[in-house]
T-cell receptor, first 114, second 115 residues
Framework: AQTVTQSQPEMSVQEAETVTLSCTYD???????LFWYKQPPSRQMILVIR??????QNATENRFSVNFQKAAKSFSLKISDSQLGDAAMYFC???????????FGPGTSLSVIP | ETGVTQTPRHLVMGMTNKKSLKCEQH?????MYWYKQSAKKPLELMFV???????ENNSVPSRFSPECPNSSHLFLHLHTLQPEDSALYLC??????????????FGPGTRLLVL
């Protein structure tokens, strides 16, 4: 069965600094999707970034980028120039291409220190 | 705003009450989902509907009864709940089982407290 692991329950970063959140997953599939979702205190789950497994190029969205290591089954999220609004729970998620079910990791709580 | 709305945002109910949660998506999607988010636990998928047909029931107790009258609306009917059912209930939608890029868009959630 597929699993998603986030080994850092809590992290903190100084404002304007860079932080990396870790995610590993377990699958026997070769084609799938990976996501990072952000859930601020308002509880609204928001998509941050998405990566297709067949693409070798790492996805980037403004200050957010991923380091996708397919062989290692690792999918880390880098947040550059951290802002106070980045404080939230961050969930890593996995979805097979042929199965309409997303598996979420346990989340990492990110605090941003002014 | 993600194009997915949920009502009510907060709900307090007794164990003998019957209530319903509503979700509506304005994205033209074909799939809708119910998730349960409890404190210190990963998101738990409850139900999946594709084109109004239920395609996933993740061993959810029968006191939770979903209804999907069309691709834009999803309900979760609640009856004789237990205090451990208190949680944030999230609705999501996606384009559905079409392959290609696939992303779920979430509503703001309903915070449920069962007394």
């Amino acid at each position: 069965a597929q699993t998603v692991t986030q080994s850092q329950p809590e992290m903190s970063v100084q404002e304007a600094e860079t932080v990396t959140l870790s995610c590993t997953y377990d699958t026997s599939e070769s084609d799938y999707y990976l996501f990072w979702y952000k859930q601020p205190p308002s509880r609204q789950m928001i998509l941050v970034i998405r990566q297709e497994a067949y693409k070798q190029q790492n996805a980037t969205e403004n200050r957010f980028s991923v380091n996708f290591q397919k062989a290692a089954k690792s999918f880390s999220l880098k947040i550059s120039d951290s802002q106070l609004g980045d404080a939230a729970m961050y969930f890593c998620a996995y979805r097979e291409t042929s199965y309409d079910k997303v598996i979420f990791g346990p989340g990492t709580s990110l605090s941003v220190i002014p | 705003e993600t194009g997915v709305t949920q009502t009510p945002r907060h709900l307090v109910m007794g164990m003998t009450n019957k209530k319903s949660l509503k979700c509506e998506q304005h994205l033209g999607h074909n799939a809708m989902y119910w998730y349960k988010q409890s404190a210190k636990k990963p998101l738990e998928l409850m139900f999946v509907y594709n084109f109004k047909e239920q395609t996933e029931n993740n061993s959810v107790p029968s006191r939770f009864s979903p209804e999907c009258p069309n691709s834009s609306h999803l309900f979760l009917h609640l009856h004789t709940l237990q205090p451990e059912d208190s949680a944030l209930y999230l609705c999501a939608s996606s384009r559905g089982f079409e392959g290609g890029q696939e992303t779920q868009y979430f509503g703001p959630g309903t915070r449920l407290l069962v007394l």
